[in-house]
């Protein structure tokens, strides 16, 4: 899903839900000291969120966040290798807790198009 673009994106996994009530990307926005993302869009997916960063301006997405708390869960659920050459997994911990997971990110290694 890396690489495509937010209408393939939506095409392929429907019709985007809205983001989870009091989310907060931390890496994103004043307290992660980043500008906001160009926009953002949820989608459900086999039991989990999946968060769409994407560049408005060029329609590609820059990186995905499935929410949820359990690393080992949502790596398998959303069939994802931690030696990926063409993605890394990153994990997000929420705003003032650096032990309580949001979720993981998935950032391409090679520069999308």
């Known amino acids: 899903m890396l690489g495509t673009s937010i209408d393939g994106l939506r095409h392929r996994l429907g019709v985007p839900k809205p983001l989870p009530p009091g989310f907060s990307d931390p890496v994103m926005g004043p307290a992660g000291g980043l500008e906001l993302p160009d926009s953002a869009l949820a989608f459900k997916?086999?039991?989990?969120?999946?968060?769409?960063n994407y560049?408005?301006?060029?329609?590609?997405?820059?990186?995905?966040?499935?929410?949820?708390?359990?690393e080992d869960s949502l790596m398998g659920r959303a069939s994802l290798q931690s030696n990926a050459a063409n993605y890394l997994v990153l994990p997000v911990f929420q705003t003032g807790s650096a032990n309580r997971l949001l979720g993981l990110r998935?950032?391409?290694t090679k520069p999308t198009k």
């Open 55 to 70: 560049d408005a301006r060029t329609r590609q997405v820059r990186d995905l966040l499935l929410v949820g708390q359990h």
């Open 106 to 108: 998935i950032v391409p």
């Open 45 to 52: 997916m086999q039991g989990f969120t999946l968060v769409a």
